[in-house]
């Protein structure tokens, strides 16, 4: 495997396809003939349109205007996701994208928040973390150094559509068709073109996947394998429809818990994006179309239907000359909004270990490697959201409340519960605040803290943590309404 590349074809459009073009055009495509592939007659699987901050680093590699991005893909901003009845019915919490307090050397915040409660200095968490207060009160500004952090809400039709522009401008062919058939090559197994549905063949060098569920190379012609995850996460079926606006959009995404399930909630500036993710063991699809019809605002945009699918991943990613992007390479529900995030690490990895002169074997081992470490940790912390839970009122929450979980999850739970402490590890993608935030507030409360908070008097504390609760209040209290700040920045 040592011929060079000089020929990418990327099966497949939508969100994955036009993302792996854009990153590819912009950065390598004086030295590659990119080639993507797409039928305007297979529609694509959108049931997510948030994000997360990475994609921040991602746009910034591209070079996007911000204020052009917003503008074309009548994006809202977010600052976290507030989870709604996943504890207990009518209780809800916010994780959100922002850091609470002031960290020392040797422990987190929390600690000396831990020691504060216990000392009668009680206040909730979320008033030492700005992002927290901004989503209550909904506000939001972009603010000089970093100083919001947050993602996008986003209508990923118009996504792809202003991506696609950005790659064509960047050297990248689109090419209408429906691929009908994989060819390999006799000698070494690898992709070596497609066949179109119009009779012509499209050869390549390399090949990345982005046809969605099917799959079409990474599984259909390369037999790679699934690693099913639906014993930890048992939702199967998701249903998604858009609604007119009734209100300024909220910067935050809505998740509400239900008896199988849970539901989403997106605000655009022209609409607003609603799902139902649920488990068909305990759900049928009429009685959850039902359900999803009647508890949203505003006047349906779209007919709906289920889409099936199954939680888990290929094997492995990159398969001899093929990466496998977004639905191709597996599905985590898209519950912390981690889909988009998903495909743009593969992309940067993979971009880290381009086989410029040819497939190496050993490139192709480190990036599965890494990938699949980061894809599983990442399971586990959705996976939280579930097994973390005072629910026990219908038998898909007792089962998910009992359910045996990864052995990498319950040990983190377990240093959390005893101690307070939560270390991120190697390129896991959620860091100590996400888990604390949602630990807590999924019912967690640590037994314990780091003796290094217990330091202070209790007048030092009282002073420390007032002049945080002032600095963050005095903060919040300067930004615009998220509608006023999306009235003055979109263009």
Same mark, same amino acid.
Request: glycine share 10%; charged share 25%; with cysteine.
């Given at each position: 495997m040592?011929?060079?590349?000089?020929?990418?074809?990327?099966?497949?459009g939508?969100t994955?396809g036009?993302?792996a073009?854009?990153?590819l055009s912009?950065?390598m495509?004086r030295t590659?003939?990119?080639?993507?592939i797409?039928?305007d007659?297979i529609?694509?699987?959108?049931?997510?349109?948030a994000t997360?901050?990475?994609?921040?680093?991602f746009?910034?590699?591209?070079?996007?205007?911000e204020?052009?991005?917003i503008?074309e893909v009548?994006?809202?901003?977010?600052?976290g996701?507030?989870?709604?009845?996943w504890r207990q019915?009518?209780h809800?919490?916010?994780?959100s994208f922002?850091?609470?307090g002031?960290?020392?050397?040797?422990?987190?915040?929390?600690?000396?928040?831990?020691?504060?409660?216990?000392?009668g200095?009680?206040y909730p968490?979320?008033?030492y973390?700005?992002?927290?207060?901004?989503?209550?009160?909904?506000?939001?500004a972009?603010?000089p150094?970093?100083?919001m952090n947050?993602?996008?809400h986003?209508?990923?039709?118009?996504y792809?559509?202003?991506l696609?522009r950005f790659?064509e401008?960047?050297?990248?062919?689109?090419?209408?068709g429906?691929i009908v058939?994989?060819?390999?090559?006799?000698?070494s197994?690898?992709?070596?073109?497609?066949?179109l549905?119009s009779?012509e063949?499209?050869d390549?060098?390399?090949?990345?996947?982005?046809t969605?569920?099917?799959a079409?190379l990474i599984?259909?012609?390369l037999?790679?394998g699934?690693?099913d995850?639906s014993?930890?996460?048992?939702c199967?079926?998701?249903?998604a429809? *858009?609604?007119e606006? *009734?209100g300024?959009?909220v910067?935050y995404?809505?998740?509400?818990a239900h008896?199988?399930?849970?539901?989403?909630?997106?605000?655009?500036?022209t609409?607003?994006?609603?799902g139902?993710?649920?488990?068909?063991?305990?759900l049928?699809d009429?009685?959850?179309?039902?359900?999803?019809?009647g508890?949203?605002?505003g006047?349906?945009?779209?007919?709906i239907?289920?889409?099936?699918?199954r939680?888990?991943?290929?094997?492995?990613?990159?398969n001899?000359?093929c990466?496998?992007l977004?639905?191709?390479s597996g599905?985590?529900e898209?519950?912390?909004s981690?889909?988009?995030h998903m495909?743009?690490r593969?992309?940067?990895r993979f971009m880290?270990?381009?086989?410029?002169?040819?497939?190496?074997?050993s490139?192709?081992?480190?990036?599965?490697?890494q990938?699949s470490?980061?894809?599983?940790r990442?399971r586990?912390?959705?996976?939280l959201?579930?097994k973390?839970?005072e629910?026990?009122?219908t038998?898909?929450?007792?089962?998910c409340?009992?359910?045996?979980?990864?052995?990498?999850l319950?040990?983190?739970?377990?240093l959390?519960?005893?101690?307070g402490k939560?270390?991120?590890?190697n390129n896991?993608?959620?860091?100590?605040e996400s888990w604390m935030?949602v630990?807590?507030g *999924?019912?967690?409360?640590?037994?314990?803290?780091?003796?290094?908070?217990?330091?202070?008097?209790?007048?030092?504390?009282?002073d420390?943590?007032?002049?945080?609760?002032?600095t963050?209040?005095n903060?919040v209290?300067?930004?615009?309404?998220h509608?006023?700040?999306?009235?003055?920045?979109?263009?």
């Amino acid at each position: 495997m040592n011929n060079k590349i000089k020929k990418v074809v990327i099966a497949g459009g939508g969100t994955a396809g036009w993302m792996a073009a854009a990153l590819l055009s912009k950065t390598m495509g004086r030295t590659l003939d990119i080639v993507l592939i797409e039928s305007d007659d297979i529609p694509t699987v959108g049931v997510g349109e948030a994000t997360i901050p990475p994609l921040l680093t991602f746009h910034n590699i591209l070079g996007l205007d911000e204020r052009e991005f917003i503008s074309e893909v009548s994006g809202t901003f977010k600052v976290g996701i507030s989870f709604e009845g996943w504890r207990q019915k009518g209780h809800k919490y916010l994780h959100s994208f922002g850091y609470a307090g002031k960290d020392c050397w040797a422990c987190s915040f929390v600690h000396f928040w831990l020691s504060g409660k216990k000392r009668g200095i009680d206040y909730p968490y979320g008033d030492y973390c700005a992002e927290i207060l901004a989503a209550q009160e909904g506000k939001f500004a972009v603010l000089p150094k970093g100083g919001m952090n947050y993602a996008y809400h986003m209508d990923a039709g118009k996504y792809a559509k202003y991506l696609r522009r950005f790659s064509e401008g960047f050297g990248v062919t689109r090419q209408e068709g429906k691929i009908v058939k994989v060819n390999l090559k006799s000698d070494s197994g690898d992709i070596g073109s497609l066949t179109l549905a119009s009779g012509e063949v499209v050869d390549g060098d390399f090949f990345i996947d982005c046809t969605g569920f099917r799959a079409l190379l990474i599984e259909g012609a390369l037999n790679t394998g699934f690693e099913d995850w639906s014993h930890w996460l048992p939702c199967d079926r998701a249903m998604a429809v *858009q609604t007119e606006s *009734q209100g300024d959009p909220v910067p935050y995404t809505r998740s509400i818990a239900h008896d199988y399930g849970w539901q989403w909630r997106i605000p655009l500036q022209t609409r607003v994006g609603n799902g139902l993710v649920y488990s068909s063991k305990y759900l049928d699809d009429d009685s959850a179309k039902k359900l999803l019809l009647g508890n949203v605002s505003g006047k349906t945009l779209n007919d709906i239907k289920p889409i099936k699918f199954r939680t888990g991943t290929r094997r492995k990613h990159w398969n001899k000359n093929c990466l496998a992007l977004g639905l191709a390479s597996g599905f985590l529900e898209p519950l912390e909004s981690t889909s988009i995030h998903m495909v743009q690490r593969s992309l940067i990895r993979f971009m880290q270990l381009f086989p410029s002169q040819g497939v190496q074997q050993s490139d192709v081992e480190e990036f599965n490697r890494q990938n699949s470490y980061e894809v599983a940790r990442t399971r586990d912390f959705i996976i939280l959201h579930y097994k973390v839970t005072e629910r026990d009122d219908t038998d898909f929450w007792r089962y998910c409340k009992n359910m045996n979980i990864p052995e990498t999850l319950q040990q983190k739970i377990d240093l959390f519960s005893d101690t307070g402490k939560v270390f991120k590890i190697n390129n896991e993608l959620f860091g100590e605040e996400s888990w604390m935030q949602v630990m807590m507030g *999924q019912g967690i409360m640590p037994k314990s803290h780091h003796s290094i908070a217990d330091v202070m008097t209790d007048q030092e504390l009282n002073d420390f943590l007032f002049s945080l609760r002032k600095t963050t209040r005095n903060n919040v209290d300067k930004l615009p309404t998220h509608q006023e700040f999306l009235n003055f920045y979109s263009k």
